[in-house]
C-alpha cells in the first residue's frame, strides 16, 4: 500500500515504471507550447522578407543569409555541446534557459537599425534555441512506452507548423494594421519600423513559457549505458569516441536516417522560408492574404498531418511492423513528390494555395515517426547527442543551404525576383527523388536496429 502511494505522489505507473499519463502529457503540453514558441520568434523573419529588404536594401542571396545562416552558425554548432549536457543534467533547466535567452534575443531584432544588427541578433535566436530539440525529446521518450512515443512527438512536432502559421496569421495581421501608421518611437530605442515592432511585440512573452518548463518533472532515465555497452544505474556523460563508437556499429541505420532526414530538409525548409515571398511576387498579394492563407493551412492541414502520422505509425506498429515509424516517413515523402512540384507553377492562387495545403498534410505525415525513430533506435544517454547531431545536420543544411539554394537559382539561374516560382519547383524537382530512395534503403537495418533496442531494454530493465 506504501509502495503505491508512493508510486501515485511521484506521478508514476507503479506496474511499469513509465510516469503516469496526466504528468507525461502535461510536459508534452508544456513542449509543445514552447515549440510554437521557437517557431514563431524563428519563422516571423519570413513574413517580413519584403519590407526588410526594402529597409535594409538587400538581395534575395544577402536575404536568405538572415533566413538561414544566422540562426544556423550558433544554433547547429552549440546543440551539440548542450545536447551532452542535456544527457547527464537537469533537462527542464536547460530548455528554460534556452526559452529565457532566444525570447529576449527575438526582441533584440525589433531594435536592430542595419543588415549586420539583424544578423548578430538572429544569432542569438539561434543560441537560445539550440538548447530545446534534444533535451525536450530525451524527457519525452523517458515518459512514454516506444509503442505510444510517434504519438506524443507528433504533438510536439505540431508546434513546428502552428508555430508558423501562428507567426504568419498574427505577424501578417499586426503588419497590415500598423503599416500605414507612422513609426513608433520607443524609450531607449527610438524610431521603430513596423517589422522592428512586430519582433518586440512577439519575443517578450516568451519569459512566461520558461517558467512553465522548470515546473515539468523530470521522468526517471531508461536504457542507461555505461561505456563498453554495458548496462548502468545512473546517467553520466560517455566519452565522444564511445558515442562515435556505438554510432559507427549501427552506421547502416544512422548514416541513411540522418542522410535521408537532411536531404528532405534542405529541399523542405529551403522552400519553406520563401513560401510567402512566393505568392507576394507571383500573384500580388499582400502580407495580410499570405499571412492568413498560409497560416490557415499552417494551423489546420499540417497539425492534422501531424496526428494522422502518428496515429499511422502506431497502427503499424500494433501489426507487429518495427519499421514502422521509417515506413512512415517513406510513404510520407513519396506521396508529397507531385504536389511539391506542381504548387508553384499553378496559374490560380487559390489552386496554388489549395495544392500547396494538400502537400502540407503529406508531408506533414513524417515529423512525428521521424523523431520516434531515432529515439527508438538510440540508448538514453545518447538520445539527446544523437538527437542534436540530427539537428545539426537539419538546420545546417535545411535552414543554412536550403533557403541559399533557392536564392541561387533565383537570382543567378533565371535571373529575376519574379521567377521564384521556378526556383522552388526546380528545388522540389531535384531533391525529392533521392530522399525517396535513402528512406527506401534504411527500412531493412531500421527493423533489425528496434530488435536490438528492444532486447537491449529488457536486458536493462
Known sequence: MESDVHDHQAGTNAASGWPSPARAWYAVAVFTLITILAFVDR?????????????????????????????????????????????????????????????????????????????????????????????????????????????ATAVISSGFFVGNGLALIVGGAVIQAISGMPDLVLPLVGKVRPWQATFIVVGLPGLVLAFLAASVKEPRRRGVIAPGGAPAGRPRSLPLKEILRWLRSDWKTYLPMYGGMSLRAMYGLGAAVWIPAFFIRTYGWSIGQVGLAVGLVQLTLAPAGLLAGGW????????????????????????????????????????????????????????????????????????????????????????????????????????????????????????????????????????????RAREREKSIV
Not at 66 to 71: D, N, R, S, V, Y
Not at 94 to 112: E, F, H, K, P, R
Not at 126 to 134: K, S
Open 43 to 151: 519563422q516571423l523573419l519570413v513574413l517580413l522578407v519584403e519590407p526588410i529588404k526594402a529597409d535594409l536594401n538587400i538581395s534575395d542571396t544577402k536575404m536568405s543569409f538572415l533566413l538561414g545562416f544566422a540562426f544556423i552558425m550558433f544554433y547547429a554548432f552549440l546543440s551539440l555541446p548542450i545536447a551532452r549536457l542535456a544527457d547527464v543534467y537537469s533537462r527542464k533547466f536547460i530548455v528554460a534557459c534556452g526559452v529565457t535567452l532566444w525570447s529576449l534575443m527575438t526582441a533584440a531584432c525589433g531594435m536592430a537599425g542595419s543588415y549586420w544588427q539583424l544578423f548578430l541578433a538572429r544569432m542569438g535566436v539561434g543560441c537560445g534555441e539550440a538548447c530545446n530539440g534534444p533535451a525536450t525529446f530525451s524527457i519525452i521518450a523517458d515518459s512514454f512506452p516506444p509503442e505510444k512515443l510517434a504519438k
Open 312 to 451: 499511422f505509425a502506431e497502427r503499424l506498429a500494433r501489426r507487429g511492423m518495427d519499421d514502422a515509424n521509417m515506413r512512415v516517413t517513406l510513404i510520407s515523402t513519396v506521396a508529397a513528390v507531385p504536389t511539391s512540384i506542381l504548387f508553384p507553377l499553378l496559374p490560380d492562387p487559390y489552386w496554388a494555395v489549395i495544392v500547396y495545403g494538400i502537400n502540407t498534410f503529406l508531408v506533414s505525415l513524417s515529423p512525428g515517426p521521424q523523431n520516434a525513430a531515432l529515439q527508438t533506435v538510440t540508448p538514453n544517454q545518447i538520445r539527446a547527442q544523437a538527437t542534436a547531431m540530427f539537428l545539426f545536420l537539419f538546420n545546417l543544411i535545411g535552414f543554412g543551404i536550403g533557403p541559399l539554394i533557392v536564392a541561387l537559382f533565383t537570382d543567378y539561374l533565371f535571373g529575376s525576383e519574379h521567377m521564384l516560382r521556378y526556383s522552388l519547383s526546380l528545388n522540389f524537382a531535384l531533391l525529392s527523388p533521392p530522399a525517396c530512395l535513402v528512406f527506401w534503403y534504411v527500412l531493412k537495418p531500421y527493423r533489425a536496429s528496434v530488435a
